[in-house]
């Protein structure tokens, strides 16, 4: 999806299309769990899913997970370790969150993550359970996952 939101930002065509080529070239994409995307897409995302809280009046839910390391040394090893651990949680939640659910990583340690038409608690719920096993996995370690949920206010 992003390739072709990329595309689209970029290509400009030089013959009309009709609304039929122009959803075939739309539904190539196979959609499954969340959608990845920069930080900048991520914006463009998130102003839009405010704008249309307001119109439809729905809830949607904005959530930051972060990785906490406790250890004294941080050295390549400590950062490698964190780094791995971003991929673990990136993976569970691209596969554990539903399509339309959006999820950025913000920097070496945190991911925002977009929870369109969702409750505050039921965001809890829903991140509580993606990370669950990934926290079972940290039991030896000196890293630690930690998320915040907030409601997202309608523009």
Known sequence: MLKLYEMIKKESHDEDLDIMEIQQELSRD?????????????RE???MQSRMMG?????????LVTIL??????DQYAQKAI????????????????IGDVVC???VNQFVVLLPACH????????????????????????????????IMPK
Do not use: P, W
Request: charged letters at 25%.
């Open 120 to 151: 505050n608690d039921d965001a809890k719920g829903v991140m509580s359970r993606v990370l669950r096993k990934i926290k079972y996995s940290l039991n030896h370690t000196t890293l630690t996952i930690d998320f915040m949920v907030g409601e």
């Open 30 to 42: 196979e959609a499954y769990g969340a959608f990845l995307c920069e930080y900048g897409t991520f």
């Open 69 to 74: 390391d406790h250890s004294q040394i941080k």
């Open 55 to 63: 119109r439809l009046g729905i809830c949607s839910q904005l959530c």
């Open 45 to 47: 995302i998130y102003i």
């Open 83 to 98: 780094e791995r651990m971003m991929t673990k949680v990136q993976d569970a939640l691209l596969s554990g969150l539903r």
């Open 105 to 107: 990583r913000l920097n």
